[in-house]
């Protein structure tokens, strides 16, 4: 009940694609939902994150979607770019985001092509 | 404003051997989480530090322990290292108080046990 499902394990788009992975979670207690970016040699960095009162939120071309009733949220990156090649992460927690560890997926490899 | 630093970068290590890594939050943070990535199992939290005290640990044997100073700095050690215990641990920080404050992740230290 603790886990957060992560699909796909890899992505290839083309650049100006949008880009699209989903996740998947069983705890309805978790409340803060992030999504994390990874380059190669560096810790992931928080790129967006949603609570689930909301159900879109947006920021420049990268987009959640949480569908509460279905437990799944999704990350859209519109008009990809060679420099969104990167490893990314979902998490969520529970306590809001300031207390509670992060309980992350496996990661989706995203490569972006010229 | 200097993110979360961690050293060192690179270890090398005997297994039966221990081992001490250290972070250095953002000025102000007072919560220090520890997280191990390896390929296999992904990102998985070790434990959680505020204002010098344990507030969360994770599903890892004793042999991982940690500590923080009342500068925020903190440390963790692993002993009596085992060949699975190579990876990459990422250390993160957080104000600690308030919600929807997410973590920011120090580059990590490659822990290499041979």
């Known amino acids: 009940q603790q886990q957060v499902k992560q699909s796909p394990q890899s992505l290839i788009v083309q650049k100006g694609g949008i880009s699209i992975i989903n996740c998947a979670y069983e705890?309805?207690?978790?409340?803060?939902f992030p999504w994390y970016q990874q380059f190669p040699g560096k810790g992931p960095a928080l790129l967006i994150a949603?609570?689930?009162?909301?159900s879109e939120k947006k920021e420049g071309r990268f987009t959640i979607s949480f569908n509460k009733s279905a437990k799944q949220f999704s990350l859209h990156i519109m008009d990809s770019q060679p420099g969104d090649s990167a490893t990314y992460f979902c998490a969520a927690s529970m306590g809001g985001g300031s207390q509670g560890n992060l309980i992350f997926g496996k990661g989706t490899k995203l490569s972006v092509k010229p | 404003k200097a993110g979360v630093t961690q050293t060192p970068r690179y270890l090398i290590k005997t297994r039966g051997q221990q081992v001490t890594l250290s972070c250095s939050p953002i000025s102000g943070h007072r919560s220090v989480s520890w997280y191990q990535q390896t390929p296999g199992q992904g990102l998985q939290f070790l434990f959680e530090?505020?204002?010098?005290?344990?507030?969360n640990k994770g599903n890892f044997p004793g042999r991982f322990s940690g500590r923080q100073f009342s500068n925020s700095r903190s440390e963790m050690n692993v002993s009596t290292l085992e060949l699975g215990d190579s990876a990459l641990y990422l250390c993160?920080?957080?104000?600690?108080?308030?919600?929807?404050?997410?973590?920011?992740f120090g580059s990590g230290t490659r822990l290499t046990v041979v």
């Open positions: 993160a920080s957080r104000p600690g108080q308030g919600v929807f404050y997410g973590y920011t």
């Open positions: 705890n309805t207690a978790f409340d803060y």
């Open positions: 530090y505020f204002s010098e005290t344990q507030r």
């Open positions: 949603i609570r689930p009162d909301v």
